[in-house]
């Protein structure tokens, strides 16, 4: 076999040249060349012969321009890279939001359904009263009726026998033997001709239904209405006079436009808001939120005191435009006093509007966190402080003893809210600022304390009310997590209830039936809850109407298992049934006996009096069950200021958080 060589420069296929790459500073516009220069005007690479097309322009050394590239892409790298913990909070509150959005959502589907499956019970139940009523009423005619077609029956039998007997007597011949048989058929037939008989209907026929559906109809196509609005809080904004300045005492308002996130005006109202002013001594002044129900919203409050404050406006929980804001609080001058009537006729008019919930009437809503009202400013003393009004007051109870200062530690407040006493002989308080409970003995001994700041299942966010279970679990309204919390007596967590359905729970209480009641401050609902967190029931609405709400804030439960609630805004407490219907309401505005500037906690003793703190006024007053006035608690010798929750401790003493105070007190109380 013959082995064919080839010459190096012979080959039966084309040779690929193969070149080398271009270096890493090449000139993109001549090859071979390399740059070695930069323009800053062109932000091109030159070489030496891209000079001749740059002679009057600005240019420095390539690796400068270079070094300095880098150093401008590294400066936009570190500016995006620090952008990502934001994107990343953004992306947990969204989807928060979303998995709130989702729960409402869940919520409300449960209460169409449960409603309507209600109002299908009571038509079933209804219909089934109806079809009683039918066959009850037709059984007492058809009995009636009956009863005379039986009688007239006999008694057309008797006649047609005895005349059948009579005619075959007479058809015979007449003889001795049938006197005395034709004599019995002449007093047989004279009673027939002269017997009374039923011969007139005893009863009619009429059954009729009336059936006014045409109303029904039209309520059932009424009823019910989906509320919500596309307002987003970065694009909201506030304006008033009273965003940057008012006068101590003097009402002052502020106005907000609530906007979508295309900055267009919302048309419609029923946003949640909620305004707090703080106070520099971190206190916080209530006012009351006025819905216009066109998209804007006032915000009427007062402050007690001058100094520089806060004012934040939020919107779904989050800041409007510019929230907070620095507010400066000054004395009033000559002028102003000369003014004021006019100012707070205007402002009294907005803030009485009549709350609602559908109509197009202003609506009340309170500040979302109420640790000071408007009107609760400090005075020299309670309204016992005086001689003529110690007088007055034939319990004089006295204050044992008070707990606490401003602060973070154990058996120190900021913003106490809740009250609650235990039959094992504790005090808890609902350290609202301070997102725990911290709990005493009767003696006001520190026990302990729990609590840890937070949005997850068993930590707290903003707790203001409390009450204990006769299990002795804790119960805890927890207002900005929107859900109660369950923890054993040790402060363990146990499971949470009401997530998705409350909007702002702000006290809770116990039934006699182990029964969780839930006043909801936002939504001017109570809701009664099992301890596993089925819902039993709920009634109230926002409104001044007997069975609505206007800002409520706690509830009692008396030995009729009656609920007693205070109405904040409406200036009033109302007693309800467990069912929700009311059964007594009393108090008004004002400084009076038995009279309100929006009563707070509430409490209700062994022989049914109703104790209730009057917020505004910085005071306690006792009532009978009837809702008549009894007295006043004299809290002469430590006023009070912006009194919270209250209850009756085991050994029956008043305990009541003063939150403006930053403790809580124990009255003496004699039952």
Request: negative net charge; contains cysteine.
């Amino acid at each position: 076999m013959e082995t064919h060589q080839h010459s190096p420069d012979s080959s039966s296929e084309e040779c690929t040249v193969l070149e080398a790459p271009p270096g890493k500073n090449a000139c993109p516009q001549h090859a071979g060349k390399v740059s070695d220069l930069y323009c800053l005007d062109c932000k091109s690479a030159l070489c030496e012969d891209c000079l001749s097309e740059h002679e009057d322009h600005l240019k420095v050394p390539l690796n400068q321009a270079l070094d300095q590239h880098r150093s401008t892409l590294q400066e936009h790298l570190g500016a995006v890279q620090n952008r990502l913990p934001q994107v990343s909070d953004a992306l947990s509150f969204v989807k928060e939001i979303l998995q709130q959005l989702t729960n409402q959502r869940a919520s409300i589907e449960e209460d169409i359904l449960s409603s309507f499956e209600d109002l299908h019970k009571q038509l079933d139940v209804r219909k089934s009263v109806l079809l009683m009523e039918l066959e009850v009423t037709y059984g007492l005619k058809q009995k009636v009726l009956q009863s005379q077609v039986d009688s007239l029956l006999r008694a057309e039998g008797d006649i047609m026998a005895t005349c059948t007997q009579t005619q075959e007597a007479l058809a015979e011949e007449a003889c001795v033997a049938s006197i005395q048989a034709e004599q019995d058929l002449g007093r047989k037939l004279g009673k027939l001709a002269g017997f009374g008989l039923p011969c007139q209907p005893e009863e009619n026929d009429q059954l009729d239904l009336l059936m006014e559906t045409d109303g029904l109809r039209k309520s059932i196509h009424n009823l019910g209405t989906i509320v919500t609005t596309s307002a987003v809080a970065s694009q909201s904004e506030a304006m008033g006079a009273g965003l940057e300045q008012c006068i101590v005492g003097h009402p002052a308002s502020v106005t907000i436009v609530t906007r979508d996130k295309s900055g267009g005006a919302c048309k419609t109202g029923n946003a949640i808001l909620s305004a707090e002013v703080f106070t520099p001594d971190g206190s916080i002044v209530d006012g009351e939120i006025v819905d216009h129900k066109n998209g804007t919203y006032e915000f009427v409050y007062m402050v007690p005191k001058e100094g520089d404050f806060s004012l934040a406006l939020r919107l779904y929980d989050q800041h409007i435009k510019g929230s907070p804001f620095r507010l400066t609080v000054t004395r009033a001058t000559e002028a102003d006093v000369e003014v004021s009537p006019s100012t707070t006729t205007a402002t009294n008019s907005a803030a009485n509007a009549t709350p609602s919930t559908g109509s197009s009437e202003g609506a009340k809503r309170r500040g979302k966190s109420p640790g000071q009202k408007k009107k609760g400013s400090k005075r020299a003393s309670s309204a016992l402080g005086t001689p003529r009004r110690k007088t007055q007051n034939p319990i004089e109870d006295d204050l044992i003893f008070r707990i606490g200062t401003k602060g973070r530690n154990k058996g120190e407040f900021t913003n106490l809210q809740g009250v609650a006493a235990s039959s094992s002989d504790k005090i808890l308080i609902a350290d609202s600022n301070n997102q725990c409970v911290q709990i005493f003995s009767n003696q006001g001994e520190f026990k302990t304390r729990f609590g840890v700041r937070g949005r997850s299942p068993g930590q707290l966010q903003r707790p203001t009310g409390v009450a204990v279970h006769p299990s002795g679990d804790i119960i805890i309204a927890d207002y900005d997590n929107k859900w109660v919390s369950i923890f054993s007596c040790e402060g363990k967590f146990k499971a949470k209830l009401g997530s998705g359905r409350l909007m702002g729970p702000k006290g809770v209480s116990v039934d006699q039936n182990g029964h969780v009641i839930v006043v909801d401050n936002k939504a001017c609902t109570v809701f009664i809850f099992q301890l596993t967190g089925k819902l039993i029931t709920k009634f109230g609405s926002r409104g001044n109407g007997d069975k609505q709400f206007a800002g409520p804030h706690f509830a009692a439960v008396n030995k009729n298992n009656e609920i007693i609630v205070t109405d904040f805004h409406n200036h009033s407490v109302k007693v309800f049934t467990p069912e929700g219907d009311l059964v007594l309401k009393f108090g008004s505005n004002g400084e009076g006996n038995g009279q309100f500037n929006a009563p707070t906690g509430v409490a209700v003793d062994v022989n049914g009096n109703i104790i209730v703190a009057d917020w505004g006024n910085s005071r306690i007053q006792v009532f009978d069950g009837s809702g008549s006035f009894l007295s006043y608690i004299n809290t002469s010798a430590d006023p009070l200021y912006g009194p919270q929750g209250l209850a009756l401790t085991s050994d029956g003493h008043v305990v009541v958080a003063d939150s403006g105070n930053h403790c809580f007190k124990v009255y003496r109380y004699l039952q």
